[in-house]
Nanobody, 123 residues
Framework: VQLVESGGGLVQPGGSLRLSCAASGFTFRDYHMTWFRQAPGKERELVAAIENFGIGTRHVDSVRGRFTISRDNAKNTVYLEMNSLKVEDTAVYYC?????????????????WGPGTQVTVSA
C-alpha cells in the first residue's frame, strides 16, 4: 500500500487549496477513501470520507460546507477541495483507505500512512 499526498501549502484565511492523494498497491475501487488531519499537539482526526464508487460521502461538522471529498477511480486518486480556509484548519493532512464504512473514523483501523501534506492557514 502506498499513499502519496500533495497539494498542501501556505494560504491566507478565506483561501482555497486542493489536495490530491495518489494510491497504489491495492485495488483502489474496492476501498472507501478517507482524509484525516493532525494539528500540532492534537490527535489525528477524520475530516472526510467517500465510498468506493463515490456515491456516498461524509464530512465532519467542522468542515461541512467548506470541504468536498471526491475521487477518480480511473486515476486511483482521491481529492479534498478546501474552501474558506480558517486558521484552525492548519494541520498535516493524510489520506487512507478502508474496506468497511463502519471502520473509517478510527485511526487504529489503519495500518499504513503516507507522509501527509502540510496545510498552513495564516495571515
Amino acid at each position: 500500500v502506498q499513499l502519496v499526498e500533495s497539494g498542501g501549502g501556505l494560504v491566507q484565511p478565506g483561501g482555497s487549496l486542493r489536495l490530491s492523494c495518489a494510491a497504489s498497491g491495492f485495488t483502489f475501487r474496492d476501498y472507501h477513501m478517507t482524509w484525516f488531519r493532525q494539528a500540532p499537539g492534537k490527535e489525528r482526526e477524520l475530516v472526510a470520507a467517500i465510498e468506493n464508487f463515490g456515491i456516498g460521502t461524509r464530512h465532519v461538522d467542522s468542515v461541512r460546507g467548506r470541504f468536498t471529498i471526491s475521487r477518480d477511480n480511473a486515476k486511483n486518486t482521491v481529492y479534498l477541495e478546501m474552501n474558506s480556509l480558517k486558521v484552525e484548519d492548519t494541520a498535516v493532512y493524510y489520506c487512507n483507505a478502508a474496506r468497511r464504512w463502519s471502520e473509517i473514523a478510527a485511526v487504529k483501523n489503519y495500518e499504513h500512512w503516507g507522509p501527509g501534506t502540510q496545510v498552513t492557514v495564516s495571515a
